[in-house]
C-alpha cells in the first residue's frame, strides 16, 4: 500500500512538472501584435512593446515576415502561417518559434544592398561575397560605438592602394531575422566610404540562393 501511494504521488509530481513545462514553452511564444502603421509594402508593428518597421519580404527578430501591405491591411507570416493585419489591429497568442528565418534583397545596379544592425545599432550592408571579412570605414565604427583598444593592426589592399586597417569582433551583426554573433571584421581607416561590405565572416553562417533575381539569404536555428 504504501508503495502504491509512493508511485502515485510521483506520478502526480511528473503530471505537475510537465504542465509547468507546457506553461512555460506556452508563455515564452507568446506574442502581442499591435499593428501601428500602414503603407505599400511597408509596415509598423509594436511586437511585445517593442517597435519593427518591415518592408515587404523583411523578417522581425521575432520570426514576423511581412508578405505584402498597403494602406489598408498586411498580410505576415507567424510560424509559417498567414495572418492578414488590419490598422490599429491587435493580435496575441502562441506561437511555435520558426526553425530558420530567411530575407529577400533585391538587386540595385547590380548590387545587393540590405539594412540591418550591428551591436543593436542601423547599419546598411553590400553583400560582398569577395570581401573575407565584413569591412567597414572608421567613420562607420565610431557610429557603431566599435571598440579598437584591444584591435590587431593589418595592412588591407583597396582599390586606392594599401591601406591600414584594424581586425576587430562584433558582438552581433543581424541582417532580417539573421543573426550572427562574434563576427570577425576589419575597420579601415581611409580610402573606404559606402555601405558597410557584408564579407564572408557573416555570410559563411547562412545560406545563398538566387530566387528569380533575388539574393534570398537563409539561416537554420
Known amino acids: 500500500m504504501v508503495n502504491g501511494r509512493r508511485v502515485l504521488n510521483q506520478f502526480r509530481w511528473l503530471v505537475a512538472f510537465f504542465l509547468l513545462g507546457v506553461g512555460f514553452n506556452s508563455w515564452a511564444n507568446a506574442l502581442e501584435i499591435q499593428v501601428e502603421g500602414l503603407m505599400n509594402n511597408m509596415a509598423i508593428l509594436k511586437v511585445n512593446g517593442k517597435q519593427r518597421i518591415l518592408n515587404v519580404g523583411r523578417t522581425s527578430p521575432e520570426g514576423i515576415k511581412l508578405l505584402s501591405s498597403n494602406s489598408k491591411q498586411a498580410e505576415v507570416l507567424i510560424a509559417g502561417k498567414k495572418t492578414t493585419l488590419t490598422l490599429s489591429g491587435h493580435i496575441s497568442g502562441s506561437y511555435q518559434a520558426p526553425k530558420s ?23 546598411q550592408f553590400l553583400v560582398d561575397t569577395g570581401a573575407t571579412s565584413v569591412t567597414l570605414s572608421m567613420e562607420d565604427a565610431q557610429r557603431l560605438g566599435v571598440n579598437l583598444s584591444r584591435s590587431n593592426p593589418v595592412y588591407v589592399n583597396t582599390a586606392g592602394g594599401r591601406v591600414v586597417g584594424h581586425q576587430v569582433v562584433l558582438s552581433q551583426v543581424k541582417v532580417g531575422g539573421l543573426k550572427v554573433s562574434y563576427v570577425d571584421a576589419v575597420v579601415l581607416e581611409s580610402g573606404f566610404n559606402g555601405e558597410i561590405l557584408l564579407g564572408m565572416s557573416f555570410l559563411k553562417h547562412v545560406k545563398m540562393r538566387d530566387e528569380k533575381g533575388f539574393l534570398v539569404l537563409e539561416q537554420n536555428f
Open 101 to 123: 528565418a530567411s530575407i529577400s534583397i533585391r538587386p540595385v545596379h547590380g548590387q545587393y544592398i540590405t539594412s540591418g544592425s550591428i551591436n543593436s545599432r542601423p547599419a
